[in-house]
């Protein structure tokens, strides 16, 4: 039985895993996704130990690509006036979703993070794809280091709205910037570099309120899913941008609008909003900030 446990814990870290790379970087949720699973597997994160080590993974491999990229803005920032107003730009995009996740991320959890939220969230974001798709205009803005600073501003409070699990981040701050007529590829770009100091901020407090209740006994899982994640999202993150200026977003709109729908379905034909009130209760854990859905 132990090691059917142990097989088990395994296949939900590789599962777990997969799902956090594949989607913290795309227009489709990943905290959503996260949620919707946990409630259908009964999945208990321990602590959040899990859910932090694989967003490390995930952050991880967004630096790995861009490594020499973000080193060169950096190199050439005190003597070159766009590298240097992107970084700043970059600050100011991260602090409007830094404030309010430290202020009511644990109140948001409570309200908003279930599976009636998620569904909702993933059919009407989907729509707002295909809505924003089509009325787009040519775009203005084709390399990130060249947004004026009102556009990194708006970038930021537009991210916001992707506290509601669901949304997505990605999602929001691209389809933002795509109203604000960024290219698409620059504005796949951004989200990338946003999500560097937005998720790394969070991960840095969750880490900070739960290191003290890490269950060593877990380490190999956590280091699974770490992998996977880091694995699965330098494949997304590599290969995004080609993607979306060949084939646009709608494929994610629809693909939205299809979970979502087929979530709402379930949920309504159960009456059961709160799909983890079947599971065993877990242990309680330090309320900690969120970090906007992906």
Known sequence: ??????FWQLFLAVLLGLVEGFTEFLPISSTGHLILLESMLCFEDKNHAFKVMIQFGAILA????????LLNIALAAPQNENARRFVIGIIIAFLP??????????????????????ATSLIVGGIAILVIERIIKIPQYYAVEDFPISLYIKIGLVQCIAFIPGVSRSGA????S????????????????????????????????????????DVMT????FAVAFVTAYFVVSRAIAFVRANGFWPF??????????????ILYTQDIKLKD???????AKPAPIVPAQ
Request: charged fraction near 10%.
């Open 222 to 225: 956590i280091g699974i899913g």
């Open 97 to 118: 979703a830094a404030a309010i996740g430290a202020l009511l991320g644990s109140y948001i959890k409570e309200v908003l993070f279930n599976p009636l939220v998620v």
């Open 62 to 69: 967004v630096v790995v690509i861009y490594f020499s990229h």
């Open 178 to 217: 795509l109203l604000m007529r960024v290219e698409r590829g620059a504005a796949t770009e951004f989200s990338f570099f946003l999500a560097i100091p937005t998720m790394l901020g969070a991960f840095s407090y969750d880490l900070y309120k739960n290191y003290k209740v890490f269950d060593t006994s």
């Open 1 to 6: 039985m132990a090691i059917m446990d142990l």
């Open 278 to 284: 079947q599971c065993a209760p877990a242990p309680t």
């Open 173 to 176: 701050t691209i389809m933002g």
């Open 253 to 266: 709109a629809w693909y939205r609008i299809a979970l979502g729908s087929l979530m709402l379905g379930a």
